[in-house]
């Protein structure tokens, strides 16, 4: 009995000493959820192998409720150490004041910012200070459904495409037969703030002081998008979708393009049993595609900040992490690493992976002002408004614009 | 201990549960949104008083008055709809047959399923060309509308899926009303000679009236909360015709981080929502008899 | 009306018939759909029945969050809840109803007058008071508001309404303390209320998500519609998996429901008491 006890005393006093000294960070994010759960699982083991002094409470949040959940955490002072943030979302985050300067623990730390993607770098920092790594990226390309083309007699998408290309091939698809239509591109605030650019036009002026919703050229932009619902219907309207996604009519073969983005691939990989491959968006006066990430930031409240640090940095840089990326099919990893892009190239479908890097050389990132989901709530409701025929595109702009200049302050 | 005393003691033992719940999670709050609803709240940063400028912009809004007539025009058509079916329900459900029990557990269902699911089913009833609804209209001669995407009649689209599922939801408490009548009122009506028609004028509708208030003001209630239908079918489209006050007040407060204004507009939600309920209450002694 | 009985009984089944098949239809389409592959789910025109039946639904919930963790807590917190939230209003609405004092009727009005305050009110003043109280991601924390149930009392104190005053005073007058009252007489009495307001608790308390969402931030103390939510990924969701979720979220409910419904009949037989 006096030995066990002896052993017992011992064994706790080693327990608390190799506890005390573990540090545990609390990790919040969203894009786990669903399916790739276990991968960041994957992913926190691995970490937690190399420092074994660090321990991660990972917490997952729908993407619909993350943003309520966040907010009430951080008005509450309860902020997770860490956590990860849309870049829409990221920029009101860092004007506000929440997150932690990253500059000098990029220093101090000989973290290696080269293996990084430089667009998508930059993409997390405001006036040169680095307010977050990059987690993820995707874009946008447009997909087609070869088999439907080669029934239409229809002309495969090419590099230099344009908008009079691509609606000649819409309008022979459509001309199949009643039920199938030839492209689905959604007629709302993301694909109009990408699509003006295409067309030499853009939402906010340079400097973002002042809104150019409804110039000429925008006004033709939206012309164009209403025309393919309305005047030919090689885009379905809402109720001819019936509730389906277009996801779902692009499965089941009633769509010929969608434009959307890349992490539809292993969806349609599962889902898809026709030919499918992807090309670069095409752009009318020039080409102009989506840019999206996810990036992790620390909380400026935040007493564990250099644990964090080696979190975030590790889950944005590591090769191995994405690797696990790659092979889960879970969006894009932010890195340079020759041979994560070789095996991205490698896993097929679709064929042509190159045209997401493709697609790169020609992006745009959303137009992030402080009250971002405002005014893109607001643009959305008037292009409604044109996408039923109920306002012509000039009218719908020319509102936009003014409930823009009222409700929307911009520096 | 003396009888006052005692009843004292009484009445504190009995409502301290409630009260304490009542200070701490109900007066907190309210006094803490209101001094809020007086700032410029973002959440994130600090808060910067502004007095009563932003009660001047809501009611500067176009929007305010545009939401508002939309709540309206759900309350307008849901509450009517919704008393006829439940009481039609409960009613029906009051009759012992030997299928009672199988009855009332399925006409509870829409009301335990998620709107998700709801949404999911009433998007597809009333789809315009595959919707049956269009359908069995088409089969009757009349050319049904787009539904949910029609300025017009997504409201009403939104009002039958809301009665569909809290239909059961009323129903039970109606039942719960009619089960306190004592069967030998309508005893003594049927030797009297009374008809269908007349037992339920004179004896069930006088006295279910308790039950027929309670109903009435929580279905008012409600109704200017609607929300979650909102949400998950038409996110307040088509054009903003199914934005309503509890859409507008979530999206201030959780997507344009304007907190201060979203408490703003949930005050004035709430004194609408008091004046009417106000008129009800004192309305009360006219029709509603309560049998002590 | 000339109707005999059998023809009566038979229009009676008829409406009921029509009545359930216009309920049951969702209930049938989510099964159905969550028994479905998920490449079935988009195919037109709609399949009522599953070409091939696939258990995918129901499985990969499992890799998503903690399932039947997630279904005990559920279960666990809405118990506590509807327990407090039902014995408090009880209590509450016997005061109101039977025990004269001076400011009952404001007092009460007050009550009323919270249920017409928006929920998200106070939502973060709730969520600030539990952080400074050290209730946070517990379970007396998120049980602690439902102490107070302006519409559970206003319910039960419109059924106690209904029983005449003259029973209490009655007993009063025999020396019956108002403990006895309450739990030998007016809450027997009170029974198809009583079981109404638990149902309806318990379901709200079930289903409640924006609350629990922000409280509870441990993974083994999440609820079911918080894990359900995560079934719902950034940009699609599979539908079987969500029907499936649905679906499940549904039993418990419906078993409490169907046991709570002997005691809607419980009536006013119980010892002569109305007219």
Redesign the interface.
Known sequence: MKRFLVVLVVASMVLTTSLLGVTTI?FMN??S??????YLEEMKEIFEEQNPDIKVE????????Y???L????????APDAFELNYENFY??AK???LLDLNSLLTSSGFDTSVLNERALYAFSDNGVQYGLPFSFSNVVLIYNKDLFDRAGAEHPREDWTWADELEAAKKIRALDAMTFGIYQPVQFWEFYKMVQQNGGSILNEDKTAFTLNSPQNIETLQYMVDRIIESNVMP????M????D???F??ERIGMIVT?T??FS?FK??CDFNWDIAVEPGNTSKATHFFANGLAISKDSKKVDAAFKWISFLSGDIDVAKIRIEAGWELPPVTYPEIIELYKQTTPPESKEVVFKSLDFLVTPPVIE?F??MA?IVN?HL??AR?G?KTPEQALNDAQAELERSIKLN | MNKKRRKRLVILVFLLPSICGFIFFQVFPIVYSFILSLTDWDVLSKADFVGFENYKKIFESEEFWRVLINTLYYIVLYIPLMIIASLSLSMLLNIRTRFTGVFRTIFYIPVLSSWVAAAMLWRWLLSPYYGPINSILGMVGLQGPSWLYDKVWAMPGIVLASVWKDMGFFGLIFLAGLQGINPSYYEVASIDGAKRWQKFRYITLPLISPTMFFVLIMAIINSFQLFPQVMVMTKGGPHGSTQVMMERIYNYAFTYYKMGYATALSWVLFCFILVVTLVQWKMQRRWVHYES | MNLNKYSRRTVYYLVMLAFSFFILLPFFWMVSTSLKEVKALTVLPIQWFPEKISFDGFVKIFDVFPFGRAIFNSIFISVLITFVTVMSACMAAYVFSKIKFRGREVLFGIYIATMMIPANITMIPNYLTLKHLSLLNSYVGIMLPSLFNAFGTFMIRQYMRTIPDDFVEAAVLDGASHFRIFFKMILPLSKPAVATLTVITFMGAWNDYLWPLIVLTDKNKMTLPVGLSLLNGQHQSDYNMLMAGALISMIPILLIYTFAQRYFEQGLSVGGIKG
Not at chain 1, 58 to 65: C, K, M, N, S
Not at chain 1, 242 to 245: D, E, S
Request: hydrophobic share 35%; net charge negative; charged share 30%.
């Open positions: 609390k969203f894009s959820a669903d399916a790739n759960a276990k990972i917490e997952t949040v729908g993407f619909g409720d943003f309520t959940k907010m009430t955490v951080v008005a509450g002072g309860n009101t985050y506000k004041d929440v309207n809402d109720a001819q019936a509730g389906m996604g996801w779902d009519l499965e089941v983005g992490w539809a969806t599962d889902s009250q989901n405002e709530d409701r409604e408004a039923y109920e």
